[in-house]
């Protein structure tokens, strides 16, 4: 997944200079400013980027200058892409697709669609990623810019790997070896993309000698990041462990797994690697290790789960800072707009006043004005207090909204804690089966009376945990009313049917509920078959949104 990333931040930081610099004099203020926010991208300062990108791309959309536009649009696309915020970050490749149709050319088309690809990918729609990404190939093929046609096929190439699409996959890789011999870095990935669809196919011993003699050209590439070489090495270290796992040469997968485990520092790259290590660890029946294995990716998921939470809060917090930025910048202009009315009122007060006064004086009619002032007065405090009570009327509805949506919030956040936790527990239960089922079938064990007793007692804890009563009452504090709601309308249900039901409240799948109640998925669905005709429930309306609706 990261060398996706990594084609797409290289064309995009690429692209900047390369046309920004191209501009009249007039524009190298704005020029400087969106190599300030590329800078500030490339430091992960992302607040200071976006500032920077934002002041630009307006400064150049009121100048008509859409070649900056584009650049600022994009990049800060790419620093919401960067903060996981990848729904804020498609909103401005749209933009960005908008100002290259309209005012551009196809290069900048065939930029944005590569990085919309990439998104696709982070958000695991491969069909709308092949889409992109072909778009972006066939543009590169009008222009004949062969670098990028090689960059973009390999970029399709490794999508249609994971699809099972070989035969498309390895037309796009031959085509574009040849054309990327003077990019080594794009070269080395069409190897890596070769060498898993030579695994994909079963052709154990091609892929074998493809990888073996790609890995010490990933040590010894030296135009690379750091980061991006990295990368590369644990890609093709667990497709080594790959090829050996299917030839059954487990040992040997476990020792390429070991070495992925110690390269890799990204955690969502590292559950990949345990789930491995636990499975290869299982065929080897070093049921210990695999199970530390199972364990760490258990602490794995809920740290990602919690860093991509930070990660989201902060990008969240940029945006309102942005918002507020960009709120003091037009309230700025307002300012002095209304400072220049007020001069130019008070002038015309002053001549208005003095001729007013001359006019009362001359006419003998100082009372009768006088009165009318008042009036008038009168009229404008009384039209002045009703305006009043309006906005402190609209501050007070703003006030109750943005609370409701606070605690609309908090609640959605803890939901997602507990059905973190829900799905822990069936983790826990789904691991502890595993053991039983393993350790049930060893014939030495069936004469070991003592070890006997302690696997019954292992199935006894599938069947009671107390922690589920801590669950349901946490459920209860977060859905108030939802579990006495459902009683009263519904006497007729079972303790263990309102249980079953919580689960189909949380929207969880057939698989999850059954590793929570240690049942097989095809009795969850006769279950909720047999709960749902026990309710009365119409056969056009789905059980869980009956229950939404409660």
């Known amino acids: 997944m990261r060398s996706y990333t990594y084609a797409v931040l290289l064309l995009l930081i690429c692209l900047t200079p390369s046309q920004i610099l191209a501009q009249a004099e007039t524009q190298s203020s704005v020029v400087d400013q969106i190599n300030l926010g590329v800078k500030y991208l490339s430091e992960k300062e992302h607040i200071k980027s976006i500032e920077e990108l934002i002041e630009a791309k307006e400064i150049a959309i009121r100048n008509e200058w859409y070649t900056q536009a584009f650049n600022a649009t994009l990049n800060i696309g790419t620093n919401y892409y960067l903060m996981l915020d990848y729904g804020e970050a498609f909103q401005y490749y749209l933009q960005a697709y908008e100002i290259a149709i309209k005012h551009l050319g196809p290069r900048q088309e065939m930029a944005v669609f590569n990085n919309i690809g990439v998104l696709y990918i982070e958000e695991k729609d491969q069909l709308k990623s092949e889409e992109s990404f072909l778009k972006a190939y066939e543009i590169a093929k009008k222009l004949d810019d062969k670098k990028q046609i090689g960059t973009y096929g390999i970029n399709l190439a490794l999508v249609l790997n994971k699809m099972g699409k070989l035969d498309r996959a390895e037309q796009y890789i031959e085509e574009a070896l040849p054309l990327l011999k003077d990019t080594p870095n794009v070269l080395l990935l069409a190897k890596i993309a070769k ?37 590369d ?100 202009k307002k300012a002095l707009k ?28 100082l009372k009768h004005k006088q009165r009318k002032r008042i009036v008038e007065l009168e009229l404008a405090k ?22 409701k949506e606070r605690l609309k919030n908090e609640l959605e956040i803890k939901n997602r804690e507990l059905t973190a936790k829900a799905m822990y527990l069936a983790s826990k239960n789904e691991l502890i089966e595993e053991v039983v089922q393993s350790l049930s079938v060893n014939t030495q064990i069936a004469t070991n009376t003592p070890l006997k007793g302690q696997i019954n007692d292992l199935k006894k804890h599938l069947k009671k945990d107390t ?73 056009n309306l789905s059980l869980q949104a009956y229950l939404s609706a409660i």
Request: charged share 25%.
């Open 195 to 231: 060498s898993e669809n030579l695994l994909l196919r079963n052709q154990y011993i091609k892929a074998e000698k493809l990888a073996l003699d790609i890995l010490p050209q990933i040590e010894n590439l030296s135009l690379l990041k750091e980061q991006i070489t990295v990368n």
């Open 382 to 403: 009384e039209k002045s207090d009703h305006l009043l009570i309006e906005e402190q009327h609209r501050e007070k509805e703003a006030v109750e909204l943005l609370e």
């Open 467 to 539: 922690q589920w009563d801590s669950f349901f009452v946490h459920f209860e504090e977060l859905n108030q009313g939802f579990l006495d709601r459902l009683r009263i309308k519904h006497p007729q249900l079972t303790p263990n049917d309102i249980r079953f039901l919580t689960f189909i409240y949380m929207n969880l799948s057939y698989k999850e509920i059954a590793s929570l109640l240690n049942i097989t998925p095809q009795s969850c669905r006769k279950r909720k078959e047999r709960i749902s005709k026990k309710m009365n429930i119409p056969d």
């Open 233 to 332: 090495k644990i890609t093709i270290l667990l497709i080594l462990t790959d090829i050996y796992e299917k030839q059954n040469q487990f040992k040997t997968a476990q020792d390429y797994a070991l070495q992925a485990r110690s390269a890799q520092e990204n955690i969502e790259g590292r559950i990949e690697i345990y789930n491995r290590l636990a499975t290869l660890y299982g065929e080897t029946n070093d049921f210990k290790k695999a199970m530390a294995y199972k364990d760490s990716v258990i602490i794995a998921t809920d740290s990602l789960y919690s860093i991509k939470n930070s990660a989201l809060f902060k990008s969240e917090k940029v945006k309102f800072q942005i918002q507020n930025y960009q709120h003091e910048l037009l309230e700025s």
């Open 338 to 365: 209304q400072e220049k009315q007020f001069f130019y009122t008070l002038i015309i007060g002053v001549i208005l006043i003095m001729g007013f006064l001359i006019w009362v004086y001359k006419n003998n009619s």
